[in-house]
């Protein structure tokens, strides 16, 4: 017999068909609710990211209304961004596994706004320090959160090319920052000391409408009946349900099966441990690959991009925000083209295809780049191409760890396998890619791209070998929960 806990929820044991009523359901105008309350945050991370970088330069000048220097922008404030977003990943990881989906998600959207504000009207180096630390670790935490929401609510057919795509969207928000920080830097338009804090202002505003929109999503009816408000979670979904019906204009095709779980409020970090690194630890191995590749990839190319412009090409340093728009809208076209392939060719194949094919892109870059053979226009193009494919990769990545793992553990190993790869690429990468890339040597750039292509290749041959054929399949049979009265899911 179920019993109800302090909290109100029902302990014992609870038959739902809530996944495969999920699951089943048409595209609607409910899950582009999901997809932009949740996914369009992305954009502004991109935002964020590319426009601080893109400002460096003003904010080192006299006038600028902070005593900081290029190199503390791009070093020690970059260095607590990444920091931020680690600390920030694993702990409201854990905290979304353990309180649900939707308190985190409106809870880390409204640490990054603040922070973001507060970064605004900075008036000193420590300030400014201090708040980039913070506004990283509420991106980090949307990390966990967004994903874990958003896969848990998307039907199974269509999850693939949603996730890719609204992880791939981080390069729109990337695009509007390399060009807003072109108008940000003229004081024929701005004063020195004005135009890099609206950067900042407009991110918040455009975040105070992303979360106006993120009120409607719902919590995750599966976080909810795992926890013992499966009365909540039915109810919650019969009312999508009447939603897309009446939309529809038809019944909804019948659900397929049941899971039996016995409910729990939380877990403990031994048990994530040893779920995570022991019971599924080729699916951490795969994890751990995709992330880590993918990190040193990026920074092989953009860490350094502006310095490779105007050292070898003598491009000037207010023109290279051209060259990034151009970069970052192949970066998102590749996850909106090949989006759809996961679902269909099957995430084996399209995984490590993709990083295969930018691991070898990049090769070639690196010899043509030694050769002497490419322009500033064509090695912009080269690194499109590359990242055409390895953008579909990367946000793969994101895909695979957010529904390889049972679902009490799923934002937990989002923000681990995340927090790895930010650590690998934000830290480490940079430190690598800085002495190649600046000391104006071809063959240290040379060497930078490879490394990255090297890495990015063997994590494609990694895929090739673990990656699990996960698409089309509900989460629940990928990765039986911890608390299934009978586990399903293959534990490879």
Request: aromatic share 12%; with cysteine; hydrophobic share 50%.
């Amino acid at each position: 017999m179920a019993t109800e806990d302090r909290t109100g929820a029902r302990t014992g044991t609870v038959t739902t068909s809530v996944p495969a009523r999920l699951d089943r359901l048409p595209w609607s105008r409910w899950h582009w609710t999901v997809v932009i309350g949740l996914g369009t945050v992305w954009i502004l991370d991109g935002l964020e990211v590319t426009v601080v970088g893109s400002i460096a330069s003003r904010l080192s000048e006299e006038g600028s209304g902070l005593p900081v220097s290029a190199a503390q922008v791009t070093g020690i404030a970059a260095a607590l961004y990444v920091a931020g977003a680690c600390t920030g990943a694993l702990f409201f990881g854990w905290l979304t596994d353990r309180y649900g989906r939707k308190k985190l998600f409106l809870v880390t959207l409204a640490v990054y706004l603040a922070a973001t504000a507060l970064t605004a009207v900075s008036f000193s180096s420590w300030w400014f320090f201090a708040f980039r630390f913070l506004t990283g670790f509420g991106i980090g935490g949307e990390y966990a959160a967004i994903n874990s929401a958003v896969d848990e609510l998307i039907p199974s057919r269509y999850r693939g090319r949603v996730d890719l795509v609204i992880n791939g969207s981080f390069w729109l928000g990337a695009v509007g920052g390399a060009l807003l920080s072109v108008l940000a830097l003229d004081t024929d338009v701005f004063a020195a000391n004005v135009g890099w804090r609206l950067t900042f202002a407009l991110g918040v505003v455009l975040g105070l409408v992303i979360l106006l929109v993120r009120r409607n999503v719902p919590e995750s009816p599966r976080w909810l009946f795992l926890h013992g408000r499966g009365e909540e979670a039915e109810t919650l979904v019969a009312d999508v349900e009447r939603q897309i019906a009446a939309e529809k204009g038809g019944p909804l095709p019948e659900p397929e099966g049941e899971i039996t779980v016995h409910t729990r409020k939380s877990i403990g970090f031994g048990v994530i441990a040893r779920t995570v690194l022991s019971t599924y630890r080729k699916r951490a191995v795969l994890g751990f690959s995709l992330f880590v590749g993918q990190a040193f990839l990026y920074n092989a190319i953009t860490f350094g991009f502006g310095t490779i412009l105007t050292t070898f090409y003598d491009v000037p340093s207010g023109s290279t925000g051209y060259y990034f728009a151009v970069m970052a809208a192949g970066n998102f076209v590749g996850p909106l083209v090949l989006g759809r392939l996961f679902d269909t060719l099957g995430r084996r194949v399209m995984i490590s295809g993709t990083y295969l094919a930018s691991g070898v892109l990049l090769f070639l870059t690196a010899w043509l780049f030694d050769g002497g053979h490419l322009t500033a226009k064509t090695l912009t193009a080269c690194w499109c191409v590359v990242l055409f494919f390895a953008s579909a990769g990367a946000s793969s990545a994101y895909l695979t760890v957010s529904e390889i793992f049972p679902m009490e553990t799923r934002a937990m190993a989002i923000a681990f396998f995340y927090a790895i790869g930010t650590a690998a690429g934000g830290i480490s990468g940079p430190l690598l890619f800085a002495k190649l890339t600046e000391s104006g040597v071809v063959a240290d750039t040379v060497l930078a791209f490879q490394v990255g292509a090297a890495l990015m290749t063997l994590a494609g041959l990694v895929a090739a070998a673990l990656a699990v054929r996960a698409e089309r399949r509900s989460l629940e049979d990928i990765a039986a929960p911890l608390s299934s009265a009978a586990p399903s899911g293959s534990r490879a």
